[in-house]
Nanobody, 114 residues
Framework: QVQFVESGGGLVQPGGSLRLSCAAS????????MGWYRQAPGNQRELVGS???????NYADSVKGRFTISRDNAKNTVYLQMNNLKPEDTAIYYC????????WGQGTQVTVSS
């Protein structure tokens, strides 16, 4: 089973940007749909957006127009570019297949605060 390691999180002011990376332990070329998820304190984990092998993307309404997912199958890496960040984007961000595999990495913390 492919495992995922997320990185790139941090503390950013409202309106700022971050780029998250998700490195897979194996090939993602055969994984049709990859997703980015997040979990805020007290909330359930939610799907932020997804990308299929051909590059088509889909996003939650809360991030549409601000977040962009991309994938590099040659590098076995998926990215999440986050712009115009808001305090409500504060969460731990994870990547996984979509639907998820049930096995999660440690995620990367994103905190949006002034």
């Amino acid at each position: 089973q492919v495992q995922f390691v997320e990185s790139g999180g941090g503390l950013v002011q409202p309106g700022g940007s971050l780029r998250l990376s998700c490195a897979a332990s194996g090939s993602i070329a055969s994984i049709y749909i990859m997703g980015w998820y997040r979990q805020a304190p007290g909330n359930q984990r939610e799907l932020v957006g997804s990308i299929i092998g051909g590059g088509f993307t889909n996003y939650a309404d809360s991030v549409k127009g601000r977040f962009t997912i991309s994938r590099d199958n040659a590098k076995n890496t998926v990215y999440l570019q986050m712009n115009n960040l808001k305090p409500e984007d504060t969460a731990i961000y994870y990547c996984n297949t979509a639907p998820n595999s049930g096995s999660w990495g440690q995620g990367t913390q994103v905190t949006v605060s002034s």
